[in-house]
């Protein structure tokens, strides 16, 4: 069984900075990609980052320059920094990873910019 278990979350003021963490645990092998997604309320959950197992990432036009993706092979942990947060940036940030033995997505943790 895996899980993924993320910390890092909170409440920042616009301008301010966080930094999110999945650490994956259990029977998890190779993993392929691992990807970071958000969900605002009444919206649909949107792909904010990627990178790959050689670390090429990708990121959606709303957080370029802002957010930065990156992972720790030897942990297997996924990281977002998060610079110059705005409002618009408040939502549920959800990690996701697909390995060779699955896909796993973790539970959650909010995000709120707010003054």
């Known amino acids: 069984q895996v899980q993924l278990v993320e910390s890092g979350g909170g409440l920042v003021q616009p301008g301010g900075s966080l930094r999110l963490s999945c650490a994956a645990s259990?029977?998890?092998?190779?993993?392929?990609?691992m990807e970071w997604y958000r969900q605002a309320p009444g919206k649909q959950r949107e792909l904010v980052a990627v990178?790959?197992?050689?670390?090429?990432?990708n990121y959606v036009d709303s957080v370029k320059g802002r957010f930065t993706i990156s992972r720790d092979n030897a942990k297997n942990t996924v990281y977002l920094r998060m610079n110059n947060l705005k409002p618009e940036d408040t939502a549920v940030y959800y990690c996701?990873?697909?390995?060779?033995?699955?896909?796993?997505w973790g539970q959650g943790t909010q995000v709120t910019v707010a003054s």
């Open positions: 996701y990873i697909s390995g060779s033995l699955g896909n796993y």
């Open positions: 990178i790959t197992s050689g670390g090429t990432t």
């Open positions: 259990g029977s998890i092998a190779s993993i392929y990609y």
